[in-house]
């Protein structure tokens, strides 16, 4: 793959490049010495033997090759020194000295090596002879300051693309970002204030009251709690698994009050875990996924499990026990925990589902 700058470009793009340069440089060498050249010299090209012709082609393709390898060297290596994004005019003055240079180096040291092998070191030249070789210099230089040239305006217009797409695509996400945040927050305000919530709440409490009074004001404490909690967090991004295990333990008084032995929660945290952080109301939305999609009866109750691991994560998983008839799964609140460790965290909860539980992991950020 060619690289520039950090970049990769695929193999197809770069082979095709690759071809239009080298067809660029083929063509144009003729073209640049038949223009430089007088009308009488070129027109003496046409009369040499054919073999020559082919001879002086394949050296031609050679050389274009040869020239363009060079061009991406030498812009190889100034993306890593002098970038096109920090110093365009000085980079634009360096690459355009080096290649000149460099092809005048290449041509002295091909035009010794030619009359040292092939020419006669001590033959004159006539004045034609140097003056078709200076036509041939300029056309050189020429032609290869014209590939480095398109060369470059192919990688900068290709990064203008890829700049462009990736500004759209951080709009993207910074929307998608935006939407989440407000469906979180939509979610947190949902239960704040839902109906069913609190009209299911209030009435055990009414019972609890008549019933016992010492624990319907034990029950109102932990509703106040739960409202509280929901209130003061529901904007924040974080909260220690500490807070939120307050939080769950004075939710689930309010289950365990409301569907008596159906369900058993058992808590395995490790102390060393709970400084360690998770989006508010994590676990009660786990919780009530687990009571929404499954019976809880006291004969065959739900059994949840919630534990911390030595790898920073937290576990909850759940027995399946499926309803008679199935509640329709919306996938909100799940969904809204995955969203929001999207924002938050570079490792992702996992869910697994096997025919006897269900476990949700979430890592725990610190």
């Not at 030249?125 to 290869?144: F, G, M």
């Not at 869910?351 to 269900?358: A, D, G, Q, R, Y």
Request: proline letters at 4%; a positive charge; aromatic letters at 10%.
């Amino acid at each position: 793959m060619d690289n520039q700058e950090g970049i990769s470009y695929p193999k197809k793009n770069s082979w095709r490049k690759r071809l239009w340069l080298v067809t660029f440089a083929f063509v144009g060498s003729y073209m640049i010495v038949f223009t430089l050249q007088p009308y009488a010299e070129w027109k003496k090209a046409f009369e040499v033997p054919v073999y020559q012709i082919i001879i002086d082609v394949f050296v031609n393709l050679i050389f274009s090759i040869f020239f363009l390898e060079l061009i991406f060297f030498i812009d190889k290596v100034l993306n890593r020194i002098i970038p096109w994004t920090t110093h365009p005019l000085i980079r634009l003055l360096i690459q355009s000295i080096i290649q000149i240079v460099g092809v005048l180096i290449i041509i002295i040291v091909l035009g010794i090596i030619y009359l040292y092998t092939l020419g006669n070191p001590k033959m004159k030249l006539s004045e034609s002879k140097i003056t078709q070789s200076w036509y041939l210099v300029i056309a050189t230089v020429l032609l290869v300051l014209m590939m480095g040239a398109l060369n470059t305006v192919h990688y900068l217009v290709t990064n203008w693309k890829r700049a462009a797409m990736q500004a759209a695509e951080y709009k993207i996400k910074a929307a998608e970002s935006r939407q989440l945040a407000a469906e979180t927050e939509l979610q947190a305000l949902k239960l704040q204030v839902d109906p069913h919530f609190v009209f299911n709440n209030l009435s055990v409490l009414s019972e609890l009251i008549l019933k016992d009074p010492l624990l319907g004001h034990a029950y109102t404490e932990n509703f106040a709690k739960v409202y509280k909690y929901l209130l003061v967090n529901s904007k924040n991004k974080l909260i220690t698994l500490r807070e939120e295990l307050k939080f769950l333990h004075a939710y689930l008084f309010l289950i365990k009050n409301r569907i008596g032995e159906g369900a058993v929660f058992n808590i395995n945290i490790a102390n060393a875990k709970l400084s360690l952080q998770i989006p508010p109301a994590t676990l009660q939305l786990f919780v009530e996924n687990a009571l929404k999609y499954n019976s809880t009866e006291k004969g065959n109750p739900l059994t949840v499990e919630i534990y911390s691991t030595e790898d920073d994560e937290l576990v909850v998983s759940n027995v399946l026990l499926p309803l008679l008839q199935p509640t329709p799964s919306t996938g909100i609140g799940l969904q809204n925990i995955l969203g929001r460790y999207a924002l938050l965290s570079d490792r992702k909860p996992v869910v697994e589902v096997t025919k006897e539980t269900f476990t949700v992991t979430v890592p725990l950020i610190k």
